[in-house]
């Protein structure tokens, strides 16, 4: 099953629940689909999808941090309810240990020794964290394992 029929199922199953936030949140998802396949006129499959998803999840955290920031705890937990819709569609994330260990095996395959290869690094390793892990704890990690 695509991630399209799922969010289609998902948005059928919160209209018959009356379930406003998550059928915002699905339509939501749908729409930035719809956008990024009329932007590139082609279909997009399951990674694309994956991607935006990614997106607009990232988009959730930083709009959390900026809320939690401004004393706008209302707007900050309906940021999380929506952040908490997205992730259902998102591969598994990954954990820090997950992400230290993916890091640390990345680096001994490339031989890396210092900061100065971070960008090889995060080369290596970004292809392997997609949609499975926020970029920047990724680089984060990178930075802290390569001091």
């Known amino acids: 099953m695509t991630l399209k029929t799922q969010l289609n ?3 059928k199953a919160a209209m018959k629940a009356r379930d406003d936030l998550r059928l915002s949140a699905v339509r939501m998802v749908r729409a930035a689909i719809k956008n990024r396949e009329i932007e590139t006129r082609a279909e997009l499959d399951d990674q694309a999808v994956t991607d935006v998803i990614s997106t607009m999840a990232k988009q959730r955290r930083e709009s959390i941090r900026m809320y939690r920031e401004g004393n706008r705890l209302e707007l900050a937990e309906k940021e999380e309810l929506e ?15 997950e992400i230290d260990t993916l890091v640390s095996q990345v680096i001994l395959d490339i031989e890396a020794s210092g900061a100065k290869d971070m960008g090889r690094v995060m080369k290596a390793v970004t292809p392997l964290t997609a949609g499975k892990a926020d970029g920047k704890v990724v680089s984060n990690a990178v930075r802290r394992l390569l001091a």
């Open 83 to 97: 952040l908490s819709v997205l992730l259902e569609f998102l591969p598994t994330q990954l954990s820090t240990e």
């Open 9 to 11: 199922d998902a948005m």
